[in-house]
């Protein structure tokens, strides 16, 4: 067990893979330049300030350009990296005038106090220093490429949130630094068992269906999880963090999108569209409904989106590979949506007071099935088939005339030829399958075995809690639950 100033790397949560990642880039004796991006507040800083807090030679953060006032400027970015190298030791400088002087600084920086240990680099939030004009993608790959990458005791970290411009600039990038990336991080979310552990380490003490609950409103994101007040119900805790009066996270939504895109508004008109349709929408449909244009830009957009892990793109079942639809996952953003900015809640005890009403409890539904699709793994390993090939989709068949419509919310198509239709609950007491809705269950696999006779399905139960014996509940093949959630 490694020891890092009092505190040892059990205190992280989680990220053994990404730091086991980072540890290999470390000890691999050659120069390194590393991308760790992820969503904002998804704990990136924090992950590569703890692996390398006695290593670090160097650390820099850009300033944020969506200051409500102004715009930051290019002097001001390098007047910020000025003051980081004076703050590391550096004297007797001149403030840079340009980005190309500024890294040529900290070469001259590293060389002063290179004694041929591994000199571990950090700038965070890269994508910040980009001013407009502002010369800095050169002088980046200037430095790397004509210094940088022939130091074999170096090791670059770089880190953003704004992750349109790391795919674009770094990770995807054609120009100057194609190629030149050596490795590449992908911060996600906690999942339910890591946030479990993160509310415990904490002394937060919560049943595994408020864990679940939280995670529907904050996503397994590190930093609002933290503002939990161990003293406080969960009920309580939201309602302090979401609708009191100078609420910590009051103005989360817009400050999260703007301080991450470019294109912020435009992509929030995405995200608020596709909270409006559990299944999601096509890239047609997304282009006639927000009026924005079928170009490059939009491209962009939703791959950014992507990359932040606020949407998947997914292909229906049976569609063969047309229809192709858009899906809002991120649990924050439909928690935001549906009742910070839908009903433009002003009670500052809503939570308390509307728990158990029907609002929240339909809502609990949905976010419920939008968890069961960010643990697919963990649905896997208990169904047995983690190493079986999969992949995850929804249908819907819109009803017409005399013909019913139907809808599954999470289908696994698996190589096996076994396809696995999910209905999700999220109840506090055990589910009973009433007599009617064994029929619905049982018409729907009809229509399904009838549509796609080369496929075998299974009905499959995931649930809040487990599903009640009676004579319609061996209809399901597989019963999970929410604990299978936090293998």
Not at 89 to 110: H, V
Not at 210 to 224: E, K, L, S
Not at 291 to 311: E, R, Y
Request: charged share 25%.
């Amino acid at each position: 067990m490694q020891k890092k100033k009092g505190k040892t790397m059990c205190d992280i949560i989680g990220r053994k893979k990404e730091i086991a990642e980072l540890r290999r880039y470390y000890d691999s004796g050659r120069a390194e330049f590393v991308a760790v991006y992820g969503r904002r507040r998804v704990g990136k800083t924090f992950l590569v300030n703890e692996v390398f807090h006695d290593d670090m030679v160097f650390q820099h953060t850009g300033l944020s350009p969506y200051d409500r006032q102004r715009k930051v400027t290019l002097k001001a970015q390098l007047q910020n990296f000025y003051f980081s190298l004076i703050r590391h030791g550096m004297e007797n400088i001149a403030q840079p005038k340009s980005w190309m002087e500024a890294f040529f600084l900290l070469e001259r920086f590293l060389d002063t106090c290179d004694n041929g240990s591994r000199q571990v680099v950090f700038i965070d939030e890269l994508p910040w220093m980009d001013t407009a004009r502002s010369g800095f993608l050169t002088a980046l790959e200037a430095f790397w490429n004509g210094w940088g990458n022939m130091r074999h005791n170096l090791l670059l970290i770089v880190c953003g949130s704004a992750t349109s411009w790391m795919l674009d600039n770094l990770i995807s990038n054609k120009g100057g630094l194609y190629g030149r990336l050596t490795g590449e991080i992908k911060l996600s979310p906690f999942t339910l068992k890591e946030s479990e552990d993160f509310y415990a380490s904490r002394g937060i003490k919560m049943s595994r269906y408020n864990v679940a609950q939280a995670y529907m409103v904050m996503g397994g994101i590190p930093f609002y999880m933290n503002f939990f007040n161990p003293s406080y119900s969960l009920a309580q805790n939201i309602d302090t963090l979401f609708f009191a009066r100078n609420a910590k996270l009051g103005d989360e939504f817009e400050r999260l999108f703007n301080s991450v895109f470019d294109n912020a508004d435009d992509c929030m008109r995405i995200v608020r569209l596709l909270a409006t349709r559990h299944a999601g929408f096509t890239r047609k449909e997304i282009t006639e409904k927000t009026g924005l244009k079928a170009n490059g830009d939009l491209t962009k957009m939703l791959k950014a989106l992507i990359g932040s892990d606020f949407v998947i793109r997914y292909v229906p079942f049976g569609s063969g590979g047309r229809d192709e639809r858009y899906k809002l996952v991120d649990s924050f953003c439909w928690f935001w949506l549906h009742f910070k900015e839908s009903k433009e809640i002003k009670q500052e005890d809503y939570w308390q007071r509307h728990l158990r009403e029907s609002d929240i409890a339909s809502w609990r539904g949905i976010a419920f099935e939008e968890i069961c699709f960010l643990h697919i793994a963990q649905i896997k390993q208990a169904l047995n088939i983690g190493g079986v090939s999969s992949v995850e989709s929804s249908y819907v068949v819109r009803g017409e005339g005399e013909h019913d419509g139907m809808q599954i919310d999470l289908i696994i198509e698996r190589a096996d030829d076994v396809v696995n239709l999910c209905e999700m609950k999220f109840y506090k007491s055990p589910f009973t399958l009433t007599r009617q809705y064994a029929q619905t269950l049982t018409t729907r696999l009809q229509k399904m075995e009838e549509k796609y006779p080369d496929y075998t399905f299974h009905l499959t139960y995931i649930g809040g809690t487990e599903l009640a014996k009676n004579e319609y509940s061996d209809l399901f093949v597989s019963v999970l639950t929410l604990d299978d959630l936090f293998r």
